[in-house]
């Protein structure tokens, strides 16, 4: 530790670059993934604006439990929808397990108005807010 501080006091300039550095790695990471919107104020998009819930999810996860309202379109197959999706005029909403992949869909449709759910269907679970199940089919 005493190293590290005389290391700075050393080299300020160097130091100071790494700190910007670092500064700007978080910023421009942030802004990848693309805004985010959290389990909470979902709802109230949903009802303001009349927000597209898009799950990305696979099917079998999608049966499992999925947000009320949403849309399942795997992430394997967002590149097929990406023309409609960025056509809607309504707010588009991607969600995911964790909100990673949905970061990537978000870039993939570029659609003007777009989120992704904080912490993805994970911590809409954590939050103990409601999933809904698909029958199975017959």
């Known amino acids: 530790?005493?190293?590290w501080l005389e290391f700075m006091g050393n080299h300020p300039i160097l130091f100071g670059t790494l700190g910007v550095l670092v500064v700007l790695?978080?910023?421009?990471e942030g802004?990848?993934?693309?805004?985010?919107?959290s389990p909470q104020s979902l709802?109230?998009?949903?009802?303001?604006k009349n927000a597209i819930l898009i799950d990305l999810r696979d099917s079998k996860d999608f049966?499992?439990?999925?947000?009320?309202?949403?849309?399942?379109i795997p992430?394997?197959?967002i590149a097929s929808h990406a023309d409609e999706l960025k056509a809607s005029e309504r707010p588009l909403v991607f969600i995911c397990n964790l909100g990673q992949v949905a970061g990537s869909a978000l870039q993939k449709v570029a659609h003007h108005d777009s989120y992704r759910l904080d912490g993805?269907?994970?911590?809409?679970?954590?939050?103990?807010?409601p999933?809904?199940?698909?029958?199975?089919k017959a």
Not at 131 to 136: A, N, R, T
Request: net charge positive.
């Open 31 to 37: 802004q990848r993934n693309g805004r985010k919107i």
């Open 75 to 77: 992430f394997s197959q």
């Open 1 to 3: 530790m005493e190293r």
């Open 63 to 72: 049966r499992e439990g999925h947000i009320s309202g949403s849309r399942n």
């Open 120 to 129: 993805g269907i994970s911590n809409w679970k954590a939050q103990g807010l």
């Open 131 to 136: 999933l809904v199940k698909s029958k199975p």
């Open 43 to 48: 709802g109230i998009l949903v009802k303001a």
């Open 25 to 28: 790695f978080f910023i421009f």
